[in-house]
């Protein structure tokens, strides 16, 4: 499913215009952006996902192709987790909404 099915589903689901569901979708990305970016905090929506700020190791990799052993740098990224409620529906547990 792309943005724009997204849009059209969330749309027909709440009855709210697709306009207002991509101003919606906008302002979460701004919002998770901004506060995964900061790194000092974690965005959480209990049962559905979460993101947050982590911090990767410097490490020593291997090239694929040569086999040459390489430095990677310490590094930031973001870690997304599923929430038990989306696990749960993924598993075949609970049934989707």
Do not use: C, H, W, Y
Request: charged letters at 25%; hydrophobic letters at 40%.
């Amino acid at each position: 499913m792309n943005r724009t099915e997204l849009i059209d589903a969330v749309s027909n689901r709440s009855g709210v215009s697709s306009r207002d569901v991509d101003a919606t979708l906008k302002g979460l990305f701004e919002v998770v952006a901004g506060v995964v970016a900061q790194g000092d905090e974690k965005i959480s929506l209990p049962g559905f996902i979460s993101f947050e700020q982590v911090d990767r190791a410097a490490r020593t990799g291997r090239n694929p192709q040569t086999g040459e052993s390489i430095d990677v740098p310490a590094a930031k990224a973001v870690k997304i987790s599923a929430g038990s409620k989306l696990k749960a529906i993924a598993a075949g547990r609970e049934q989707a909404p």
